[in-house]
T-cell receptor
Framework: DQQVKQNSPSLSVQEGRISILNCDYTNSMFDYFLWYKKYPAEGPTFLISISSIKDKNEDGRFTVFLNKSAKHLSLHIVPSQPGDSAVYFCAASATGGFKTIFGAGTRLFVKA | DTGVSQDPRHKITKRGQNVTFRCDPISEHNRLYWYRQTLGQGPEFLTYFQNEAQLEKSRLLSDRFSAERPKGSFSTLEIQRTEQGDSAMYLC????????????FGPGTRLLVL
């Protein structure tokens, strides 16, 4: 039972353009959502998060959008840089719970 | 603070041997998590501690797996009688429990069972 789904295993984008990574969830109890970035042979690094009371959170080149009615969130990276090439994991949790559920990840390739 | 650290970073062992991994969390964090990650998948929850108490274990954690967090500081994950299916990246994360809890991960221990 995959509660957090990232349906695109990979994405290729030209340097300078926008990268859009998508994530869907099924559990309506989730109220906190996170994006992590992972380079090979390293642990995931926290990137940005959003609470369910918001629909947008921005941090520099990274913006996360949340559509609660569609149970969908997306991460926008503008402009994309070659150093952004990594695997991006979407994750979700519920207040009062203990589990953070991760998606399977999307591998982003940013071409110079 | 230098973040979450894990030791060793890599471990190669033969089937049937026991292995132990260590995780040192961010010092002020009271929660510590263990995850397993295999190729093409996201981190899968194994177990977690709040301070020194182990509060939940996944059904993925067979009887061959045991975790401890003495004194609520570092944690160890032991796998007894390793099997080839145990080969994976073992990740540790820590957090400060509260609303909008964010987990911070260590670099992981990559285990290869031959």
């Amino acid at each position: 039972d995959q509660q957090v789904k990232q349906n695109s295993p990979s994405l290729s984008v030209q340097e300078g353009r926008i990268s859009i990574l998508n994530c869907d969830y099924t559990n309506s109890m989730f109220d906190y959502f996170l994006w992590y970035k992972k380079y090979p042979a390293e642990g995931p690094t926290f990137l940005i998060s959003i609470s369910s009371i918001k629909d947008k959170n921005e941090d520099g080149r990274f913006t996360v959008f949340l559509n609660k009615s569609a149970k969908h969130l997306s991460l926008h990276i503008v402009p994309s840089q070659p150093g952004d090439s990594a695997v991006y994991f979407c994750a979700a949790s519920a207040t009062g719970g203990f589990k953070t559920i991760f998606g399977a990840g999307t591998r982003l390739f940013v071409k110079a | 603070d230098t973040g979450v650290s894990q030791d060793p970073r890599h471990k190669i062992t033969k089937r049937g041997q026991n292995v132990t991994f260590r995780c040192d969390p961010i010092s002020e964090h009271n929660r510590l998590y263990w995850y397993r990650q295999t190729l093409g998948q996201g981190p899968e929850f194994l177990t977690y501690f709040q301070n020194e108490a182990q509060l939940e274990k996944s059904r993925l954690l067979s009887d061959r797996f045991s975790a401890e967090r003495p004194k609520g500081s570092f944690s160890t994950l032991e796998i007894q009688r390793t099997e080839q299916g145990d080969s994976a990246m073992y990740l540790c994360a820590s957090s400060f429990w509260g609303p909008e809890e964010t987990q911070y991960f260590g670099p992981g221990t990559r285990l290869l069972v031959l």
